[in-house]
Every structure is written in structure tokens, then in C-alpha cells.
């Protein structure tokens, strides 16, 4: 007993002292890292993933999204793990393992430093309440070890043997999270149970929290461990309870955790960011509907964890809680310790390789642009080879049962995504199959896309943006396509309802299933939803996958701009009036903070640009503050309308020549502009969308038969243009037989007035903008989508071959 007090005690002072340090730390790589105007790991780390600038060490929120900040934090924290060489250890293996980045050297130096660190394995016993042990499982297993027989010693048995008789209450969650890693036989599942149940037990009935020494910390790892044991008997009321205690008593308006007299401390903010993914919480986004609270992701960002001099453990510590505030963003469920655990990690994998093929489409079509040895076929060769690849992972990952299994499987996949290339030689034409093969399909946001180079019939303007997993197994047959293009809200965008709506617990859309019915209520009481992917049910309805921002209920409803509109402006706005009955501030910082003054109802405001800040859109005004872009609480008096000083500049990639656009008679203005490679006229139609980067599969060259002549065989196509959930234009064109997709836009561009910006030619035409709704920086999902007859296919406006009556839909994906 006096040992385990001791122990106790012990633990208390070292986690004292680690606060503290980490703080201290913090506070001081904070300063440094605002004194240098371009920290060398943000500049790697953000070219790294393909971004345009890195505007110094804090990610510039106008032009990056959340989701991009992330993925730079986490390659700059990984960047610092790595020079540790021989130093790595258990806990820096499972950075580098959830972020792709471990080498077989690096996992032998995490095997050496446990053999040697942990107590047990090293010769002596239980010591410092688990922790030594909880980091030395996860390690092993991160690193493909087996923690029941390391050098002959059973790891988890000397666990089990704590657990029985728990040194203290930290023993109690590190021995649970060292447990919950995988499945370790009927002993260590009895442990399990056994300490779940104390542990739900040990939670303050009256506040939902757990009190240790520090509650908040104590509280994080309470959640962590219990979301590695959602079979569990009391454990998703215990979850539920304690995610509002942590947002009612510990969430503060800058994203952190405190207690409500205690000091905020990095280490409980990337603990308790860890913990709340690890639960299902939407870290991204605030705890709170309110405009002044931050995200706690933005919080993590912000204090720059991965700044050389901060101590060992918390930069792991925020590593870990980005990486697990990531996986759960794209679908993962539970924690990411939870190893073996059922199909945990498979949704979220199945989008990271859907990402990394869209990544590696990106790359192979923009190198191509000012590449000159990069011939079309090349390019299609690459890209088709990009898609084989895809359909043989995403077939393995649906066919994993573990998280681990499905985690190898990505991880091989990517790798070999990313060594694919554009060959310089002269193409060769691939041998033809004695007996013809069904063209393999791959599904983009929901939307079967064929790869097959005899076929034309879809093509997409652009790289479809992040799906979402399926269940069934890989399609290997060309579907039935609807004739009525799906309209889709952004993915992971924010919606609310316009009119009622009901949420299902599944696409099925049943009676039995039916959860909730949201009322049809005034714009300022709309309910507000997350969507986290579109799809089309077994009914053949268009539908969202939502979250309810409100109460975290998450579900299925039919999509389209009869139901739901975005709800943050995303145009040029240049004055709004505030509807909201209890007003609105103004704000120093786009994170809405640094308060300036309220602003009452039905006040006006002049608004300089809208600034994007991940889902939720801010807007600058005129005098240099920010407001919520929200439309619940502000309505737009007045939007700018394109105009030729205000069109999209000049691409400077070859492009296929020089159009000039001539507007009808009733188009508001007679403006005209010829430029290479830039069709712009001027009309007073709203501003319309931006687009992505293309996908190629079938390049064909790009003819210009935009105005066919009167002896020439011609076909009609109809071109609807979207953004903001709103139609810019729509109706007919003709063009010449044989013309491409791209062809009939530029023409319609003309017909309608419409201000269009392009790049390249032919398979790699790229559309940049169009009536000032521009495609954005490199490495973000913002631009244009377009689909043919209700598909989003594989290949540039420029190389799809349109046929009579075909339908055009192009959507700007903000």
C-alpha cells in the first residue's frame, strides 16, 4: 500500500512539473515563432501538401481551410518527430504510424527505446500508474509487435495483474486505453469490463466530470478510455453527459479548456481535443453556436505545438490529438488506439485514399500543363493508372474487418499512388484483353464514375471532391445513370433547412426509420446542419448525410436547394443588414475574437470582401473588421455584380486561342473583351461558380466549332450554371457535332454574357472562374464541378465528346 502511495504521489509531481514545463514551452515557442515572419517547418510543411504560401508560422484562414491547416500542422509536427532519430520512441512510432510517415529504421528505435523504458519489459515492475505501459502497447502494436510476447514477457498480463488492484485512479485509465488496443484474451476482456465499469462509477453525478487532480486532464483521458469501449453497458450515457459538462464548465471562447478558476494549459488542450474527437465531437467546429467561440482545432493551431523547443510529449501529445481529430472528421469512429476494433478506421481510410487519388489527379494534370515532353496520352495513361489503383485498394480496404488491417492497406495504397508518373517516352499502346473487360468504376461523392476510353458518355471539369465510404463492395459494372443531375451542397459544408425536412437513421427512408421532422420556421430559427457526404439511397433519392449543429444528431434527408441553402454568404457581398433580434459584434481577428463593438438589429454594414474560414465564412468590412457571414443573423442588401474591372485576370498557360464574347441584346450591357485563353462579357446576372483542377481519362482535341455554320450538322445541349444554391443562368445552346463540353460553355458564356476564365487545351483544359467564382489556391477542394446527364465523370471539359440533347450542369464546390 505505502508503495502504491508513493507512486501515486510521484505521479502527481511529475504531472505537475509536465504542465507546467509544456506551458512555459509553449509560451516560448509561441513568441519565437511570432518573431519569425516564415517558420521553416510551415513553409515545408504547407509545400508539402501542395499549398500555394505559407503566410509565416499562423496558417493565413483566407485562403486556407481547417482541414488544410491540419494537414500542415501535422506534416511540420511529423517533420520534428522525425529528426529524433535513435531518440524515437513508443508514443513518437504512433505519430509517424497515423501519419504515414514511419520508416522500418524509425520503428526499430521505438522497439529498442520500449525494450529499454518501460518497467516491466526492462526487468522491473509496475510503475508510475500505467503510463509507462499504456505508451509502451500502443507503440508495439503501432509498430506491428505483439504486446502478450515481447522477448517472451507478457506485457498485457502484468497489465491485467494492475487493473485487478489499481495503483490509483490514473491507473484505471491507463490500463483501460493499454486494454481497449485490441483483443488480448478473456483475462485482459474481464480487466476491461471491470475497470469500464469503475470508471463510469468514479463520474461526479451532479457535474458529469471526473475529479482528479487536474479535472480537466483527468477527465479527457476518462473520455478517451471509455471511447474505446462503446459495447459497454452505461458508456455512451457516460460520453453524452460528459461532452456537455466539458463544453458547459471547462470550454473557453478561444477553443481551450480550463476549470473555471484554474489556468488554461496546452497539454489539457490537445488532451481534451484528443478526447472529444475520440468521441464523435465535431472539433472543427466551436463546442458552442455562438460566433464568438473558436474551434478546439483552431485553439491547437494556434499555440504552434510543433515549435522546435517545446517538450517531447506535448508535441506527440498534439500530434496525436490532430491526427485523431482528422481520422474522426473523415468518418472514423472511435478512438485511433482502438486498433482492432471492427471496421473503426475503414470509412475514414476509404476517404484518405479517395483524397490521395484525387491528389495525385491534381498533380499529374497541373505538372502536365508546363510540361512539354508530357504528350496527352501520357497523361491519360497516368491518371488511368491512378484509377486501377484506386479500384484495387478501395476493394481491399471494404474487405478489412480491423482498423489496423485497413490502415496497411492505405498506407500501401498511397505509396503506390504517389510513384506513379507521366512517362517521357513515346506512349505505348497497352495490350487489348482477348476478351473485353468491364470498365472499372470508381465512386466520387456517391457519383459512379466509368473509366472506359471508348466511352464519352460523362466527363467532369474538374477532380471530384472527398466522397464518402460505401458499404457494398467495389462496383465492376457500368451503372444505370439518372437523367436528372443530383444538385449537391460542398462537402462538409453548412447548410439550413428552407422549408421541412425530416432526418432518417439510415437512407432508407422508412417510416421506422424517421427521427426527426424539422418544421418549416422563420430564416432566423432555420435549423442548421453539417453535411458530411451525398449519395443517392436504394429509392433513388438525392441525399445528405447530416449532423444537426444543434444537437449533434446525425442522420439522412433529401438534398437539393428545395430543402436546404447554404448558410454562410459566400458572394460578393458588399453590404448587409443585420437581422438578427439580438444584434451582432464586430471583430479585431477573423476568428471572432478581440471584440469591438455591438452591432443592433437592423443596422447596415458595408462589407469590404468575404473571407473564408474553414465551414464558417467571415466577412471583412470596410473598416477592416469581421462579422459572422452567417444568414441567419445577416441578410445581403447588396452583392457586386461582374464587371470588367472586376473579372478574373488572364490565365497565363497556352491556351486554345482567343475568344470574344458578345452579349445578347437584353443582357444589361454591351461590353465586350477578347483575351487568350479568358472569355469575358458583362451582364447584370448574379455572379456565378469556381473549379478544379480536371481529371483526365479520355483526351480527345479540342475543336472550336463554339458558332457552327449553317452547312454543318449541329446539336443542342443544355447548360445550367450554379453557386450559392442559387441558378446564375440556364437554357440551350447549339454547337457544332463533334464539339466537346468545354466548346458548348464558352458558346453559352457568350449567349448568356458570362464572364469565363480557362487554362490549357484540349485534355487539360482547366475552367478558373466564371462571372468571378474562381477556382482556389492549390491544394483546396474550391472550384468548379461539372457533370453530364446527372454523372461527374473522369475527364476534362475539353476531351468529353457531347452528343445530342446532353445536359450540362456546372456547380460551384466552395
Known amino acids: 500500500m505505502k508503495r502504491k502511495q508513493f507512486l501515486y ?61 491540419v494537414d500542415s500542422a501535422i506534416s511540420a509536427e511529423l517533420a520534428e518527430i522525425a529528426q529524433k532519430g535513435p531518440k524515437i520512441d513508443a508514443w513518437d512510432a504512433t505519430c509517424l504510424v497515423f501519419g504515414d510517415r514511419i520508416t522500418d529504421s524509425q520503428a526499430q528505435y521505438a522497439y529498442e527505446s520500449i525494450l529499454k523504458n518501460n518497467d516491466f519489459l526492462s526487468g522491473g515492475s509496475q510503475g508510475l500508474n500505467g503510463i509507462s505501459d499504456v505508451s509502451a502497447v500502443n507503440g508495439l502494436v503501432a509498430i506491428g509487435k505483439d504486446p502478450t510476447n515481447v522477448n517472451g514477457k507478457n506485457l498485457v498480463a502484468n497489465i491485467v495483474k494492475d487493473a485487478n488492484n489499481p495503483a490509483s485512479d490514473y491507473s484505471i485509465v491507463n490500463d483501460l486505453e493499454a486494454l481497449s488496443t485490441g483483443s488480448y484474451g478473456q483475462a485482459s476482456e474481464t480487466a476491461r469490463t471491470s475497470l469500464t465499469k469503475k470508471l463510469i462509477g468514479m463520474q461526479d453525478q ?47 471562447k478561444n477553443g481551450g479548456f480550463a476549470e473555471m478558476h484554474g489556468a488554461e494549459n496546452a497539454y489539457n488542450d490537445v488532451t481534451m481535443t484528443n478526447a472529444l474527437a475520440s468521441a464523435g465531437v465535431n472539433v472543427y467546429a466551436p463546442l458552442k453556436d455562438k460566433t464568438d467561440y ?9 499555440q504552434h505545438l510543433f515549435s522546435a523547443g517545446n517538450s517531447a510529449m506535448l508535441i506527440q501529445q498534439a500530434t496525436l490529438a490532430l491526427e485523431q481529430a482528422r ?51 501520357a497523361v491519360n495513361d497516368a491518371i488511368n493508372l491512378v484509377d486501377k489503383i484506386l479500384v484495387t485498394y478501395l476493394s481491399k480496404l471494404r474487405a478489412d474487418s480491423t482498423s489496423s488491417a485497413a490502415i496497411a492497406d492505405r498506407a500501401a495504397g498511397v505509396k503506390e499512388l504517389n510513384n506513379v508518373t507521366v512517362s517521357h517516352a513515346a506512349p505505348v499502346t497497352p495490350a487489348t484483353p482477348a ?25 467532369s471539369s474538374s477532380s471530384s471532391a472527398t466522397s464518402t465510404s460505401s458499404s457494398s463492395s467495389v462496383p465492376i459494372s457500368t451503372p444505370t445513370v439518372s437523367g436528372k443531375p443530383v444538385k449537391k451542397a460542398s462537402h462538409r459544408s453548412i447548410v439550413y433547412a428552407l422549408t421541412t425536412v425530416k432526418l432518417y437513421r439510415s437512407s432508407n427512408f422508412t417510416k421506422s426509420n424517421l427521427t426527426k421532422t424539422y418544421k418549416k420556421r422563420a430564416r432566423i ?3 442548421m446542419f453539417l453535411v458530411i457526404s451525398q449519395q443517392t439511397n436504394k429509392q433513388g433519392h438525392a441525399i445528405y448525410r447530416v449532423k444537426d449543429m444543434n444537437s449533434g444528431k446525425t442522420g439522412y434527408t433529401l438534398s437539393g436547394s428545395k430543402y436546404f441553402a447554404h448558410a454562410y454568404y459566400s458572394a460578393k457581398v458588399t453590404r448587409i443588414k443585420v437581422i438578427n433580434p439580438k444584434g451582432i459584434n464586430e471583430y479585431g481577428k477573423v476568428n471572432l475574437t478581440s471584440k469591438k463593438r455591438h452591432v443592433k438589429k437592423n443596422a447596415s454594414l458595408s462589407v469590404r470582401k468575404v473571407v473564408n474560414y474553414g465551414l464558417y465564412n467571415r466577412m471583412q468590412l470596410t473598416n477592416g473588421r469581421y462579422i459572422t457571414a452567417n444568414k441567419k443573423l445577416i441578410l445581403a442588401t447588396k452583392i457586386k455584380k461582374s464587371s470588367q474591372n472586376t473579372r478574373p485576370s488572364t490565365p497565363t498557360a497556352t491556351t486554345t486561342g482567343t475568344s470574344t464574347s458578345t452579349p445578347p441584346t437584353n443582357s444589361g450591357s454591351t461590353a465586350t473583351t477578347a483575351t487568350t485563353g479568358t472569355t ?10 469556381p473549379t478544379l483542377p480536371v481529371a483526365l481519362t479520355n483526351p480527345v482535341a479540342l475543336t472550336n466549332p463554339v458558332t457552327p455554320s449553317n452547312d454543318a450538322k449541329t446539336i443542342t445541349t443544355t447548360i445550367s450554371i450554379h453557386a450559392d444554391g442559387a441558378t446564375i443562368a440556364s437554357g440551350s445552346i447549339k454547337v457544332s457535332s463533334g464539339a466537346s463540353a468545354f466548346d458548348a460553355l464558352q458558346a453559352f458564356a457568350q449567349q448568356q454574357g458570362l464572364a469565363l476564365t480557362y487554362k490549357g487545351s484540349g485534355a487539360t483544359t482547366y475552367v478558373t472562374g466564371i462571372n468571378g467564382y474562381n477556382a482556389g489556391p492549390a491544394g483546396t477542394m474550391t472550384g468548379w464541378l461539372y457533370s453530364v446527364n446527372g454523372t461527374e465523370p473522369g475527364s476534362s471539359m475539353g476531351a468529353y465528346t457531347l452528343k445530342d440533347g446532353d445536359s450540362i450542369s456546372m456547380t460551384y464546390n466552395k
Open 9 to 69: 504521489w510521484f505521479s502527481i509531481v511529475l504531472g505537475i512539473f509536465l504542465i507546467f514545463s509544456s506551458g512555459g514551452n509553449s509560451s516560448r515557442a509561441d513568441a519565437a515563432s511570432r518573431a519569425d515572419a516564415a517558420s521553416r517547418a510551415d513553409v515545408a510543411s504547407a509545400y508539402n501538401y501542395g499549398l500555394t504560401k505559407a503566410k509565416g508560422p499562423k496558417i493565413n484562414s483566407e485562403v486556407y481551410t481547417v482541414s488544410d491547416a
Open 327 to 377: 481520422f474522426t472528421s473523415k468518418g472514423g469512429k472511435g478512438s485511433i488506439f482502438a486498433f482492432n476494433q471492427t471496421d473503426a478506421a475503414k470509412p475514414g481510410e476509404i476517404v484518405n485514399i479517395k483524397d490521395a487519388a484525387i491528389a495525385k489527379k491534381r498533380s499529374i494534370i497541373r505538372s502536365s500543363i508546363s510540361d512539354p515532353q508530357a504528350t496527352a496520352a
Open 435 to 459: 476478351t473485353p473487360v468491364t470498365p472499372p468504376t470508381v465512386t466520387n461523392n456517391n457519383v459512379t464514375v466509368v473509366n472506359n476510353p471508348a466511352s464519352s458518355s460523362s466527363a
Open 680 to 689: 469575358t462579357t458583362t451582364n447584370n446576372s448574379p455572379s456565378a461558380t
Open 525 to 527: 430559427n432555420r435549423p
Open 294 to 302: 473558436v474551434a478546439p482545432v483552431q485553439r491547437v493551431l494556434d
Open 206 to 252: 451532479k457535474t458529469g466530470l471526473w475529479n482528479g487532480f487536474d479535472k480537466v486532464d483527468y477527465t479527457a483521458r476518462a473520455i478517451l478510455a471509455l471511447s474505446m469501449n462503446t459495447n459497454q453497458p452505461g458508456v455512451a450515457d457516460a460520453l453524452n453527459t460528459a461532452v456537455k459538462a466539458v463544453s458547459n464548465h471547462f470550454y473557453q
